[in-house]
Structure formats: structure tokens, C-alpha cells
Nanobody
Framework: AIQLEESGGGSVQTGESLRLSCVGS????????MAWVRQVAGQELEWVAS????????DYADPVKDRFIISRDNAENKMYLQLDSLTTEDTAMYYC?????????????????????WGQGTQVTVSS
């Protein structure tokens, strides 16, 4: 079965950093574009970043551009999201997802199409 599992979240102060990890199983990870999406409780899913199958192309939502870095290690079936210069607005549950190419960039579509494969997410809480 296709599974994705996120980890690495935590509680930090404004300006600090975190590194999120995602491990995929049950599918040919190296063939799939991947993405990170996030959700603040009670709000819509928000697309954060995408990476193509071989890691040569990345794309970021404006709020995280220049602060977050998406990467992947296909040999390990893993994807990462480095979060730097965190702000309180980054507080959310973060999910990793399969993606399309070009990236869908619409949060709800990720859940509609790939949500059944998601893990529990990893919570990022940033306090001032």
C-alpha cells in the first residue's frame, strides 16, 4: 500500500529553524513529483512547495520563498523541507504529498487526489 509518513515538526521560537522529513513506501518514489502542503486548524490546505521527480526543479509558494528549501533523496525514498526564519504564520500541520508536473499548487486538490496516502502530518508551532 502507498504510504507517506512525515516527521520533524516541533515547537520553536520566531526566527528558528526546523527540518521536516517525509518517507514514502509502496510506490516508485523516484518517479513521482512531490509536494509539501500545510493546514492551519479551521483553514484550507495551503500548498507550500513542490519538487519534480529527480529534484532538479523546485517551486515555492510566495509566503515561504527564500525561507524554505525542499529537497529529496530518491535512494532513501525521502523528501525534506528545511524551514528557516520561522514566523508565527508558519504554525500549521504539515503534510507531504505526491504531486503532478507541473505542480498543482492548490492545497485542496492535493487532498482530493492524493489525500488517502497521507500520513498523520507533523505539527509545526512557532511562538513569538
Amino acid at each position: 500500500a502507498i504510504q507517506l509518513e512525515e516527521s520533524g515538526g516541533g515547537s520553536v521560537q520566531t526566527g528558528e529553524s526546523l527540518r521536516l522529513s517525509c518517507v514514502g513506501s509502496g510506490f516508485r518514489f523516484y518517479l513521482y513529483p512531490m509536494a509539501w502542503v500545510r493546514q492551519v486548524a479551521g483553514q484550507e490546505l495551503e500548498w507550500v512547495a513542490s519538487i519534480n521527480s529527480d529534484g532538479s526543479k523546485v517551486d515555492y509558494a510566495d509566503p515561504v520563498k527564500d525561507r524554505f528549501i525542499i529537497s529529496r533523496d530518491n535512494a532513501e525514498n525521502k523528501m525534506y523541507l528545511q524551514l528557516d526564519s520561522l514566523t508565527t504564520e508558519d504554525t500549521a500541520m504539515y503534510y507531504c504529498s505526491q504531486d503532478s508536473y507541473p505542480p498543482m499548487r492548490e492545497g485542496r486538490r492535493y487532498r482530493d487526489i492524493f489525500g488517502e496516502y497521507w500520513g498523520q502530518g507533523t505539527q509545526v508551532t512557532v511562538s513569538s
